[in-house]
Every structure is written in structure tokens, then in C-alpha cells.
DNA sequence: AGCCGAATGTTATATCATAACATGCGGGCT
DNA sequence: AGCCCGCATGTTATGATATAACATTCGGCT
């Protein structure tokens, strides 16, 4: 989930360096890896990589993998929602971002019932996707 | 969630030790806390804090917390169970184990759609509890 | 031009986690 | 007893992730 963007101007270089870059990625990516592809772009040092992602998660353009301490891009547009889920495949690495109105009403539920005023969700599920599940070892998608 | 423990033979001291200090602990600790609360009671390197951690979550006695990089000793006895909800406040640090059959349903629901095979999960939500909502900047329980 | 706020660049360091290898201890076997 | 073996442990070093702190640059504004 983490709440609602702020303001709406433009991104600045580093922003839109960073967001392609997941977007281009078929895989999560740690803040080392994006900065590792981002160096003939003109980034140096791990601190641009971070700012950029906090900004762009702070717009909901990113999120965070908590249990791969890794980001991705924000496919669905999923403006005014609440919690996401993320299904990871620990073979591939891969993730999907998925939203659920049982999951997401449910969670905002135990919430009000524990008297929490929720700021921001984390739902990850990590197993063996059905394409690593066919094959013997799991595919090995290029952990480019 | 994490899967269910393997064999029922007794705790180490190692393993003990660290499920002790968290059992007494107010709040979720980090595995270099836990060392600091240990050195006197003979644990000297991070290894073996990890270690102890390791096979106390394997057996589910221990839960990580993943937006905090902490642990936290398994209150409920949730024996053969599904996904544990964790609510947390992010001013006094205190987490609460919830499990609910509406979440862990749904959970499984959406992993078996997703073609899933379900390892493990982390559910977390993250907020302003009520005691600390009531109060200016919020109750500060000791970080020890 | 001069000022201001925001983004950026840069260095250093904090924090979290694991690899790799050596040591010790107890239980079963012959 | 003596040996072996598995497993927990101890220890050192290093890898991986994240942030603090401060200097610099840039664009808009008056």
C-alpha cells in the first residue's frame, strides 16, 4: 500500500532513470543492482538510488519487496486502493502485483479493530510459481 | 506463516537464550540487539544469534518481521495455522501477532489462483496504535 | 544580479546478514 | 575403552543493504 502521493510535478532525471530501469526489469531489483545498470547514466553513489526510490515510492509509482529487500515498478495504476499483495516466485525471482477487496477490506478491518491507524501494508506470498513448479530446478529468468 | 518445524528436540542454550531475551522484550529485536542483551550471557559473534534465530523460526517459535528487520517471540501457540497478521505501531515499536481465518483463506485463495505453491507469507501492517494516537508524539516504551 | 529551495553529488559510515573454517561435545558402534 | 560422526558452537572476516552529513548546482523568482 504506503499512502497517497503528494504533488504531482514532473520527475526529475534521477526519478525517471530509476523508474525505467524497474520497469525495464522483469525481476525485482536491490538498490545496488538498479545502480549497477544506472552507472553509464551518470549515478554514482547509492544515496541517488535511494532518494530516487523513496520519492517514487511516496508517489505510489514504486513499492518495496520487503522480504527481498528489493523494488518494483508499479504496473496497475491501482490509484486509491488499498493494500497490495505481491506473489513472489522464489525460483524465478519473479513478482505480480495483485489487489484483492477481500484482503484489502479484511486488512483494513483488523486494523480498525486493533485500533491502528494504518500508514502503509506489506502482503508478500513467496512459494514456487507453476512454471518453476513444471520444471526440475525452476527457470533462471536472466536476473538481469 | 513459514512452514511447519521438523523434529521436537529440545531448544540448545543458544536457542534458548535468544527466544528468552525475546519473550522478555516489550518489542521486536534486531539480531544485534539481541546480541548486546546476550554478551553476558556468553554470545560474543552475530553468527550465533543468527543461527539460534534460524531454527527457532523454523520450528515457529520465532517470527521476523520483515519492514523491521527484527524478531519476535510466537505468543500464540498457532500451531498448523496459516498467514499471522502482524499490526504494528511505529511509535512505541510494539507488534501484535493476529491470525484470521478471513486473511488466511483469502491468502491461500489468491496464491492457489496465482498458481502459487505457497511457502511462506508476511503480513504486516503499519500504523499509530491507539495508546500512541492518544498522546502528542506517542509513548516511548523502553527500546530495551 | 542576488536569493532561495530543491535536487544532486560525494564521502563516509551505520546496520543487517552470511561465508568459511576451526573446535568441542555427546551418542552409538565395535 | 577407543573411535567415528553429526551437530551445535565459536570465531574471523566479509558481503549486502541503507543512511548521515555536508558541499554543490540548478531553476525560478524578485
Redesign the pocket.
Known sequence: MTVAPTAD?PL????TLVLEALAAAPVPL???ALLDRLRDQ???????V???LDRLQARGLVHRLETL?AFVACREAHRAEGPVVFVICEHCGRARELTDEVIGGRLRGLAAEAGLALHSSSVELRGTCAACGRTAAGTDPETR
Open positions: 510535478a526529475t532525471r534521477n526519478q536491490g538498490a545496488y551518470g549515478l554514482r553513489a547509492p544515496a541517488q535511494y532518494r530516487a529487500n
